[in-house]
């Protein structure tokens, strides 16, 4: 990797290389980029989050309940697993969207036994708003990105993503592979 005028990725491998040539710093060449990437993405969505009262958990929460399609209601045990948190952290965005008027919990008939979360109408209507906000924040992080290049880096990025998250990630450099 070169390192020209304002690659501090490029400067980082090279001032690994000198320091430590015994170990392969590649790696640093992806991670480093997705871990800035991450900040920048994050940094951005919390602004446009904020600007609307919210924060990146509460849009876990109303986005799967907006996804489920009408009547725009899941289980807390089905949030909790699309949204990938515990069901206490749940329960806590629940409550604080149920503050905000985005949510209801609803007893399902006739045993109401089973309590549905479900999108207000007001909460519905709000949300397709600040989505679209959401959406423009995004898409004003993209627009280096010649269309070829974003399918690219989408099609890469699904690949990893999906080895890593179904186990078919290599071994990590201290787990034994067998001999």
């Not at 640093?28 to 924060?55: F, Q, S, Y």
């Not at 309940?65 to 699309?82: D, F, I, K, W």
């Not at 519905?124 to 906000?133: K, Q, S, T, V």
């Amino acid at each position: 990797m070169s390192s020209e005028p304002g690659d501090q990725v490029g400067r980082i491998i090279e001032a690994w290389r000198r320091e430590k040539p015994d170990v392969d710093v590649s790696s640093i060449g992806i991670i480093t980029p997705v871990w800035r990437l991450g900040a920048i993405i994050l940094d951005n969505r919390g602004r446009v989050l904020a600007a609307h009262g919210l924060e990146q958990s509460h849009l876990d929460v109303l986005a799967a309940l907006r996804r489920s399609g009408p009547p725009y209601r899941l289980t807390a045990g089905e949030l909790s697993r699309r949204c990938r948190v515990t069901a206490g952290a749940t329960t806590q965005r629940v409550q604080a969207m149920e503050a905000l008027g985005f949510v209801e919990r609803v007893r399902e008939e006739p045993d109401r036994r089973t309590v549905h979360v479900q999108l207000t109408p007001e909460g519905l209507a709000r949300l397709d708003g600040i989505f679209a906000d959401v959406m423009a924040g995004d898409e004003s992080l993209l627009s280096e990105l010649k269309p070829g290049q974003r399918a690219a880096l989408e099609e890469l990025l699904r690949t990893w993503l999906d080895g890593l998250e179904h186990g078919r990630a290599a071994p990590g450099p201290h787990e034994v592979t067998g001999s």
